[in-house]
């Protein structure tokens, strides 16, 4: 049960979408003939979200997820909400 909800968590980062940190690094010899760090890059990528992993996500969990938001209290609703909206407002940059 514990993979299956790590390929659902997956499935839904790769249909929402996410941000991640690109590292390149760059080597080079020293004198002693090793390799030396030289440069490293860090850069901010948005990787958009995937068509293909939401019709996934929709094919095989819908309607569990259906299931379990039919049976959340309007108190779970509401903070889900809210929840929602700051994840939005935060890969939105606050533009929301």
């Known amino acids: 049960m514990e993979e299956e909800e790590k390929i659902r968590k997956a499935l839904l980062k790769k249909a929402l979408g996410y941000r ?6 760059e ?6 003939g090793g390799q030396r760090l030289a440069k490293k890059k860090v850069t901010k990528k ?7 992993a939401m019709r996934v996500l929709l094919e095989r969990y819908s309607s569990d997820m259906a299931d379990e ?3 959340m209290s309007d108190e779970e609703l509401l903070k889900e ?16």
């Open 46 to 52: 948005h990787v958009s979200p995937d068509i293909s």
């Open 69 to 71: 938001i039919r049976n």
């Open 20 to 25: 991640t940190n690109e590292v390149v690094e």
């Open 81 to 96: 909400r809210s929840r929602l909206l700051k994840l939005i407002k935060e890969e939105d940059g606050g533009n929301l």
């Open 27 to 32: 080597y080079v010899l020293d004198e002693d």
